[in-house]
Structure formats: C-alpha cells, structure tokens
C-alpha cells in the first residue's frame, strides 16, 4: 500500500466514527506539484482522546497542541486536531491553541498558501489560493505577511527555505514585510532557526534563496554571517549536498574553527562539517583519505559534482586502520618503549606504512622501530 492509501485508511476509519479528516499541509503542496510527499500529515475535527481510541497504536506526541502519531504497518502519521491560534505575543509561540475549530480556520492559521490546503475524496480544497500561487511559483502568506511575521517569525526563514527547494519566488508585500520584520527572529530558538537554513542550503535554488536572504537583510540576524561570508559562499562552485556539507562550506570561507558554535548544531553534524571544510582546504591525499570515514570522502565528492571514487580511494590503501598494522604497542613495550614514546612510534610506523614508504611486514616494522627508538634515544 502507498502512503496515501493508508491515509485514505486513516480518513476512512475516522469518517466511520463520525468525524471529519483530510490531508494537510506539505503533502497537498506535493500532489499539486505532482512530486511525492516525504511524510503525510492529517487533520481531523476529532480530538487527539477520540483520536487515541480509534487506533490502537497511538503515540500522543504533541498533544497539547493536538497532535497524535498514528503508527499502520510501522509507518508514522501525525494527525492533528483542527485548531486555531490564540495571539502571539512574543513572535515564536501562540499564547494558546484552540482545538474544535473548522477545517477552514485551521487552514487560516497556516504559513503560505501553498501549505494550507487540504486534500480529501481525490478533491483539493483550496480556500486561500494555493494553486494559483504554486501555477505563478510564488510564495505568499496566508493573510497580511506583516501580521504573520509578527506572529512567527521563523515564517521568514521558512519561506527562503521553500524558495530554494521550488525554484519559486516570494511576493512581493512578502518581501516588503521580511525587510522589516527581520529582526524578530532574533527572538526565535536558535535550532528552529538551524533547521530551515539546512532545509535552505540543501535545496536546488540555494544560491537565489541567499541572495535574496542579503537583499532582504535577514542574514544580519543569524549568527557569524557577513555579507562578505554569503557571497563567498555563493561564488563557490561546490553545492551543498546534506546538512554537513553545508556548513563545512561556510566553514571553509569562515576560515574559523569556532563559527558554528552558536548555531548549536549536533556534535555529529559539527564533526563532519570540520572535517569536509579540512578537506576542501587540503584537497585529498593519502593521510586524510585513511583518517576520513568513508560516507565523508563520498560526501566530498558528490559537493563537487565528481564521480565517486571513495570506495576505491580506501581500498587502495595499504591499511584501512591501526589494527591491520603489523606492529602494536605491545610489541613497542616489548622493545623497551614507554608511554608517549609508544604513542609516537606507531604513527611514525603507521603514516610510512599508509604513504608506502615501508611495506606492511612484521619483521620489516620491527627493524624499523628499533631504529627509531635508538634515535629517540629510547634504546
Ligand atoms: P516539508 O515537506 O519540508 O516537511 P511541510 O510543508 O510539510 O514541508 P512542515 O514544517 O512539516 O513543512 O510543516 C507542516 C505544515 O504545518 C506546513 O505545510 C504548514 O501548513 C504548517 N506550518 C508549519 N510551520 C508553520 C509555521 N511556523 N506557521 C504556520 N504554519 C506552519
Ligand atoms: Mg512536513
């Protein structure tokens, strides 16, 4: 079964128990562009209680804003209870959520109209013109963009986000609205925040979506960002092609180790965002191919649109680890090495080994630490 089939389940057993739901959001947006959606997300006029009762592998996920997840055959669907949102007083949260609204108030709340339609019966409901703007490819707010930015202003990063995965662009009062609301996502988590820009440099038209995050201004309120860093970054001719690399190509024009400290990203994505900025510095050889996990170099090769050699590049390897090395410590001990002198004697051994300056042989190695122990004055 597709994923919409079970949706259509999920509707059918809801409407069996007389209620109401549809599918919602991104995945309209993707059945109208005619591309599949990643995840299908429902809306109901039941509540997140009633939903929980009709199936029986429920998680309540977010319920205070009314959202279960419905699990059929292992697969996850978020279902949310129609709702409203009460006023925003400080830009980033609703000060409440009311459940028990109509599908069209529900649809009101949404960010843009081409997310705010709703999806039922093989029929698209389309109460704020979403179709037209995905036919014009323009991104508009649902309602003034300057009440709706005032609201929540991550809606600014969301909309440069959906500008560079559509190729689309933004209306204009949407543009007008950004220029001078942009400083309320200062006021905005900063992981939010992280997550739409990923979402931005991963998408097709990224180079467009920066530039008009300069001509807009909004790049002044996220971290470490020039307007010098954003230009480097669009004249670089290798493309973002996952979180990691994205970062690692600020990174590498940042030239600072410590840039992406405040966008509190995870020590994994941080990781690999230094390592593949290193290695744009450097380029490969020997040492970095046998230092980088595989999934890096492949990464590094796809951000410069090549082939990717890096299975071939590690095979080709003398060794791919310390282990395979035919000398340990406890042979280091054995020749009368100790602590730091051990430490430095096997990468001597190991770097030699991996740029074939010396065959991995154990009577070779042994001879070969004994020397070097000697002018380290060890033996
Ligand atoms: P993606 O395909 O990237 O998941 P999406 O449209 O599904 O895109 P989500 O962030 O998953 O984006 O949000 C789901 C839906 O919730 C959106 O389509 C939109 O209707 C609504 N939404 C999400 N964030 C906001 C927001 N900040 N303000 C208003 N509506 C929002
Ligand atoms: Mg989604």
Same mark, same amino acid.
């Given at each position: 079964?597709?994923?919409?089939?079970?949706?259509?389940?999920?509707?059918?057993?809801?409407?069996?128990?007389?209620?109401?739901?549809?599918?919602v959001g991104?995945?309209v947006?993707?059945?109208?562009?005619?591309?599949?959606? &990643?995840?299908?997300?429902?809306?109901?006029?039941?509540? =997140?209680?009633?939903?929980?009762?009709?199936?029986?592998?429920? @998680?309540?996920? #977010?319920?205070?804003?009314?959202?279960?997840?419905?699990?059929?055959?292992?697969?996850?669907?978020? @279902?949310?209870?129609?709702?409203?949102?009460?006023?925003?007083?400080?830009?980033?949260?609703?000060?409440?959520?009311?459940?028990?609204?109509?599908?069209?108030? &529900?649809l009101l709340r949404r960010d843009f109209t081409m997310n705010a339609m709703a999806?039922?019966?093989?029929?698209?409901?389309d109460l704020y013109?979403g179709?037209?703007?995905?036919?014009?490819?323009?991104? %508009?707010?649902v309602?003034?963009?300057?009440?709706?930015?005032?609201?929540?202003?991550?809606?600014?990063?969301?909309?440069?986000?959906?500008?560079?995965?559509?190729?689309?662009?933004?209306?204009?009062?949407? %543009?007008?609205?950004?220029?001078?609301?942009?400083?309320?996502?200062?006021?905005?988590?900063?992981?939010?925040?992280?997550?739409?820009?990923?979402?931005?440099?991963?998408?097709?038209?990224?180079?467009?979506?920066?530039?008009?995050?300069?001509?807009? #201004?909004?790049?002044?309120?996220? =971290?470490?960002?020039?307007?010098?860093?954003?230009?480097?970054?669009?004249?670089?001719?290798?493309?973002?092609? &996952?979180?990691?690399?994205?970062?690692?190509?600020?990174?590498?024009? *940042?030239?600072?180790?410590?840039?992406?400290?405040?966008?509190?990203?995870?020590?994994?994505?941080?990781?690999?965002?230094?390592?593949?900025?290193?290695?744009?510095?450097?380029?490969?050889?020997?040492?970095?191919?046998? *230092?980088?996990?595989?999934?890096? $170099?492949?990464?590094?090769?796809?951000?410069?649109?090549?082939?990717?050699?890096?299975?071939?590049?590690?095979?080709?390897?003398?060794?791919?680890?310390?282990?395979?090395?035919?000398?340990?410590?406890?042979?280091?001990?054995?020749? #009368? *090495?100790?602590?730091?002198?051990?430490?430095?004697?096997?990468? /001597? $051994?190991?770097? %030699?080994?991996?740029?074939?300056?010396?065959? /991995?042989?154990?009577?070779?190695?042994?001879?070969?630490?004994? %020397?070097?122990?000697?002018?380290?004055?060890?033996?």
């Amino acid at each position: 079964m597709t994923e919409w089939e079970y949706a259509k389940q999920i509707i059918e057993t809801i409407e069996q128990h007389g209620g109401e739901a549809y599918i919602v959001g991104g995945a309209v947006r993707d059945y109208v562009l005619g591309s599949l959606p &990643d995840d299908i997300d429902l809306a109901t006029s039941l509540f =997140p209680e009633e939903v929980m009762m009709l199936f029986p592998k429920s @998680v309540p996920t #977010g319920i205070e804003h009314g959202t279960v997840t419905v699990i059929i055959d292992h697969r996850p669907f978020e @279902v949310t209870t129609f709702r409203s949102e009460g006023s925003y007083s400080d830009s980033r949260r609703p000060d409440n959520v009311a459940l028990g609204v109509s599908l069209e108030e &529900d649809l009101l709340r949404r960010d843009f109209t081409m997310n705010a339609m709703a999806f039922h019966d093989g029929q698209v409901v389309d109460l704020y013109g979403g179709q037209h703007d995905l036919e014009e490819r323009i991104i %508009r707010t649902v309602g003034s963009p300057f009440e709706r930015f005032n609201e929540d202003a991550l809606r600014i990063m969301r909309a440069l986000r959906f500008m560079s995965q559509l190729d689309f662009a933004l209306h204009g009062e949407l %543009r007008e609205a950004a220029k001078e609301l942009g400083h309320k996502l200062e006021q905005i988590a900063m992981e939010r925040i992280a997550i739409e820009f990923e979402k931005l440099l991963t998408g097709p038209a990224y180079k467009k979506a920066l530039a008009e995050m300069v001509d807009l #201004g909004i790049h002044r309120y996220l =971290p470490n960002v020039s307007t010098e860093l954003m230009r480097q970054v669009q004249q670089d001719e290798r493309t973002p092609v &996952d979180a990691a690399s994205g970062w690692a190509l600020f990174l590498h024009h *940042a030239i600072d180790d410590t840039w992406l400290v405040p966008w509190k990203r995870s020590n994994v994505v941080k990781r690999e965002a230094r390592t593949l900025a290193r290695l744009c510095e450097t380029g490969l050889n020997e040492m970095n191919i046998y *230092a980088t996990d595989e999934h890096l $170099l492949s990464t590094y090769f796809k951000m410069h649109g090549e082939e990717d050699l890096s299975h071939e590049l590690k095979q080709s390897l003398p060794i791919q680890c310390r282990k395979e090395l035919k000398f340990n410590g406890r042979d280091a001990l054995e020749l #009368g *090495a100790r602590g730091e002198a051990i430490k430095q004697l096997l990468a /001597n $051994l190991e770097r %030699r080994v991996i740029l074939q300056k010396l065959p /991995n042989h154990e009577t070779v190695l042994r001879e070969e630490a004994k %020397r070097w122990l000697q002018r380290a004055g060890v033996s």
